[in-house]
Nanobody
Framework: QVQLVESGGGLVQAGGSLRLSCAAS????????MGWYRQAPGEQRELVAT???????NYADSVKGRFGISRDNAKNTVYLQMNSLKPEDTAVYYC??????????WGKGTLVTVSS
């Protein structure tokens, strides 16, 4: 059974930084595409950043230049480094795993709150 566990969320002032981690188990991590999504109160879940199994990355326009996604296949972990945080980045951040066979899994999320 695939499990994704996020960590690293919290309260930070605008302009600050946080690093989110997502530890995966139950799957051959290195073959999967990974991603971070977020959902603000009253809003739909939206893509933040993705990284393929070969390390290609993609970012939402709203976070380009501020966020960086990376993965450590030896640790079965994907990271999201968030810099220059803004109040509008406040949301629950979810880790996502997509297998080559189009199965998809989600973590339970970690809350990021950015105060102005």
């Amino acid at each position: 059974q695939v499990q994704l566990v996020e960590s690293g969320g919290g309260l930070v002032q605008a302009g600050g930084s946080l690093r989110l981690s997502c530890a995966a188990s139950g799957s051959r991590f290195s073959i999967n595409d990974m991603g971070w999504y977020r959902q603000a109160p009253g809003e739909q879940r939206e893509l933040v950043a993705t990284i393929t199994n070969i390390g290609s990355t993609n970012y939402a326009d709203s976070v380009k230049g501020r966020f960086g996604i990376s993965r450590d296949n030896a640790k079965n972990t994907v990271y999201l480094q968030m810099n220059s945080l803004k109040p509008e980045d406040t949301a629950v951040y979810y880790c996502n795993l997509k297998t080559p066979w189009r199965s998809e899994y989600w973590g339970k999320g970690t809350l990021v709150t950015v105060s102005s």
